[in-house]
């Protein structure tokens, strides 16, 4: 393997001593933009081409230079093992836009000296980023998809599967488990929605914004843009170097991503708890004890719920970086990569390891049933079975209420117990068919309308999410 030692700095002109080993090493940002090697290339590759186009270097230079730009690309390209590559990026580089002006300028002296016309590393970094977003953004929006995927195939699976639905984490009224999953999958919906308008507003190319004020040179910032698969140049050269609104929107979307599988899997640890035993995890997908033998955890979810944190602490640390920021480029910016990067590698894993827990879990759905079995979720549909029959809403609640509290005097467990006669004390509209609509069944099948949990509504909203995909 060649090192591509460098070894020099690009400012190196003005200042002839280099600050100490550490201190070098505390401003340089080499072991984190080296991620956007391959980006700088391409970037490098458009400007190249461009600058020959308007005659500011030579055809034969920038045919050099594009050659030498893609050998190295390929030198720095992942084998098949994902770590092997013909040439080591200098860890002693002070960045990623440096270590590669400088291979260049080792390799070919004076054509590679010629590189760096009409360009600065503020908006060649801001380039960079937004070309690795191009493309890590729609592989994000491929795992979203995936997860979608699979929580709607379950709940397909489950669309007549009975269980509790909570408010306040009391039982409310019956719903499916089909219905709960699937509003899970319209949060990922939403999360993908939201990738999708980052992605339309960061589509523009900032090369050519130079320092903050452009170039005297007469680049053609059109040429470059296509080229680079961009919708056109940004519109005013110091928004281009100063703005992260790109990075700002990329982590809010993030780490509401990672709010919502934090919220799912809370839910999965609680459904795997002894007290609700609604879900058992696949043995790969749990860990066990060091000292208590029985144990069987929810880890994964676990993690999932804490790594949430991370993501927003990287988007509160955006937010307070680019606060009281002055205009336009300040070294601060650098920070942004290593917090964003993050938030992305967390919420591509999160949802991997999410969806194999998820695909991979039993679900006891006779306990979800059982469940449903006191707690009176029916007597909102007691309340409604009185209200078709004529009585005022307010009425109806307080003879169900009332029909309640008899119960829990008598020691029933559900309104059902109560014989007609008994209901009647408490309204005179209930009939034997009563007893029909409180069955948690006729609970979930009289919910049709659109929203609700039948299983026949519930199967349109997946067909419905299915289709945005
Ligand atoms: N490594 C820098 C960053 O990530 C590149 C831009 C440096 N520009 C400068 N004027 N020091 O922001």
Redesign the pocket.
């Given at each position: 393997m060649k090192t591509g030692k460098t070894n020099q700095v690009l400012w190196a002109g003005r200042l002839a001593e280099k600050p100490e080993a550490e201190a070098f090493a505390f401003q340089a940002?080499i072991q984190v933009?080296k991620r956007l090697a391959q980006e700088d290339i391409s970037g490098s590759r458009a400007h190249t081409a461009m600058l020959a186009k308007q005659g500011i270097i030579p055809a034969e230079t920038a045919k050099t230079l594009d050659k030498e730009l893609a050998r190295i690309a390929e030198e720095l390209a992942a084998g098949p093992a994902g770590e092997l590559s013909a040439l080591a990026i200098d860890k002693n580089a002070e960045?990623i836009?440096s270590f590669i002006e400088g291979l260049l300028t080792q390799r070919l002296g004076d054509s590679g000296r010629m590189v760096h016309a009409g360009r600065s590393?503020?908006d060649q970094?801001a380039l960079d980023f937004r070309l690795y977003l191009k493309k890590a953004l729609p592989q994000l929006r491929e795992e979203l998809a995936e997860t979608i995927g699979v929580l709607l195939d379950t709940a397909e699976a489950q669309a007549e599967t009975i269980m509790p639905g909570y408010t306040h984490l009391q039982r409310a009224q019956p719903v499916t488990l089909g219905y709960h999953l699937t509003a899970w999958a319209c949060a990922l919906d939403r999360d993908r929605g939201r990738l999708a308008d980052a992605l339309e507003r960061l589509n523009e190319c900032p090369l050519g914004a130079g320092a903050l004020a452009g170039s005297t040179l007469p680049l053609d910032r059109e040429i470059s843009a296509k080229v680079l698969g961009f919708r056109g140049p940004t519109l005013n050269g110091m928004d281009s170097v100063a703005d992260r609104d790109f990075a700002l929107e990329i982590a809010a979307a993030l780490s509401i991503v990672m709010v919502h599988l934090s919220r799912f899997c809370e839910d999965i640890v609680l459904w795997a708890s002894e007290e609700f035993k609604f879900i058992d995890l696949a043995e790969s997908w749990s860990t066990g004890s060091s000292i208590m033998p029985q144990k069987k955890n929810p880890d994964f979810a676990e993690l999932i719920r804490g790594k949430a944190g991370r993501t927003t602490g990287n988007l509160v640390t955006l937010l307070t970086i680019l606060k009281g920021l002055p205009y336009a480029?300040d070294?601060d910016?650098?920070e942004d990569?290593e917090a964003l990067f993050d938030s992305i590698d967390t919420a591509a894993s999160c949802l991997r390891m999410f969806r194999g827990m998820t695909a991979s879990a039993a679900f006891n759905t006779e306990r979800m049933k059982a469940a449903c079995a006191g707690g009176f979720m029916e007597a909102t549909d007691a309340a409604e079975y009185l209200v078709r029959k004529g009585l005022p809403f307010r009425n109806a609640h307080e003879a169900a209420a009332l029909v309640v509290r008899d119960c829990i005097a008598a020691g029933q467990a559900s309104i059902g117990e109560r014989t007609l006669a008994e209901l009647k004390t408490r309204s005179s509209l209930f009939e034997e068919d009563i007893y029909a609509a409180l069955e948690p069944e006729t609970c979930v099948k009289n919910r049709k309308l659109p929203g609700g949990p039948a299983p026949e509504e519930v199967r349109r909203q997946i067909a419905e999410l299915r289709r945005h995909l």
């Open positions: 940002s933009d960045d836009h590393r503020n970094v480029y070294k910016l650098q990569k």
